[in-house]
């Protein structure tokens, strides 16, 4: 039990250090691309720069309407200058809003990994019951900390399955309709047993505690998926 602990321990650990390791390959990635492309785009400044040197390198320009035309052109630069700085805010927010949304990604996917290695180490082994009450007179079933209010065909259903698991015995739809009805089982109908085996499930509600703690094996019949110790019939 001790080496199954470590070797989980130490499943867990290598799964989070492939997280860790995920989300900052996604961030280094992002950053590069990010310090790549506001390197690459031009500068703020660039258009008021060629205008001023137009001021400096043509001091012939004396008239009203070329006057006019640099003011435009100085105006058309602090323009420039405007839209490129929200540009590069824009750009910025829609890196984080991507680098988010990356890691999210990256967390919900092993999320959703983890989860279904759970799902299937419990479809593997079953449902770990460590206590079975069924209470004929509240017409319930108390399974560890969870209570079923069952109806009194699925208590009598229970009852029977319970008993049988007692015996180490699996029981046909027959039988078991035979063993409620009080008949001979080869006077019953395997359907109407199975019928009852799935009203019984319908009544515990829960799809993966009913399909895990009421097993059909193939080619046999019913049985309960706990140990004989953990029932209780009150």
Known sequence: MQESTSSATD???AGNRV????????????????????INLPDANAF???VERLFVENNNLNTGA??????????????????????????FVLLVFATALMVAALVFLVTIIGLNRRISAIQRSGIQVSTLVISREARAVYINDMEFALTEAAIETLSVLAEARMDDDVLTGAQIEGVISGRNAADCDEAAGA???KRLRDALGNQMVSELLVKTIARRGYMLAVGKDTIKMI
Do not use: C
Not at 21 to 37: D, H, N, P, Q, Y
Not at 66 to 91: D, M, N, P, W
């Open 195 to 197: 019928t009852r085996v």
């Open 66 to 91: 070329e006057i006019k035309l640099l003011e435009i052109l100085a105006q058309s630069g602090t323009s420039f200058s405007e839209v490129l700085t929200g540009y590069r805010s824009v750009i």
């Open 19 to 38: 997280v860790a390791g995920g989300i900052a390959a996604i961030v280094l990635i992002l950053l590069g691309a990010a310090v790549f492309l506001f």
């Open 48 to 50: 008021n720069v060629r």
């Open 11 to 13: 499943v867990l650990k």
